[in-house]
């Protein structure tokens, strides 16, 4: 990173060193919104859009200790050495295959609880599903989530 003076003060702001000027950045996000009204980003014709939940990419997160012997949403009691998970809607006790799509491992999860609350996060993991798929040490991963058959 290269740093730029800033005026009246003992320190300098870091840049990144290839900074592209304002103008470029809005120019590149035009062309891309230009291509998909053209149907570059449109699926094929004829082909049906995949359904809403079956294989859906998004970010997970796990809890663990702290919430031992809570009850969940299904009424059990947590326990972070099963593999268990919480999503927002799809049914309580439902399996559901969790893919970190990092490294490729995946797990087989059951569906006990709601959650998570966060934004940006489409299914929070227990422990121990966590440690599975090798996302303990980063605490978030980028998941794709499959919803099994009964």
């Not at 730029?4 to 470029?24: D, E, K, N, S, Y």
């Not at 599903?129 to 989530?145: L, S, T």
Request: glycine residues 12%.
């Amino acid at each position: 990173m290269q740093t730029v003076p800033r005026l009246g003060a003992g320190g300098a702001i870091p840049r990144p060193l290839f900074h592209a000027p304002r103008r470029r950045r809005v120019a590149v996000g035009l062309g891309v919104a230009v291509g998909f009204v053209l149907g570059m980003g449109a699926p094929p014709a004829g082909g049906d859009p995949l359904p809403a939940v079956a294989g859906n990419v998004g970010h997970a997160s796990w809890y663990g200790r702290e919430f031992a012997r809570r009850r969940t949403a299904s009424g059990e009691r947590f326990d972070p050495q099963k593999l268990t998970c919480a999503h927002r809607t799809l049914p309580l006790g439902s399996r559901v295959r969790v893919t970190n799509l990092t490294n490729g491992r995946s797990v087989l999860v059951t569906i006990t609880d709601r959650g998570p609350f966060l934004r940006r996060r489409d299914i929070d993991l227990s422990w121990a599903a966590a440690r599975e798929i090798g996302m303990v040490q980063r605490g978030v991963a980028r998941v794709r989530i499959e919803p099994l058959e009964s």
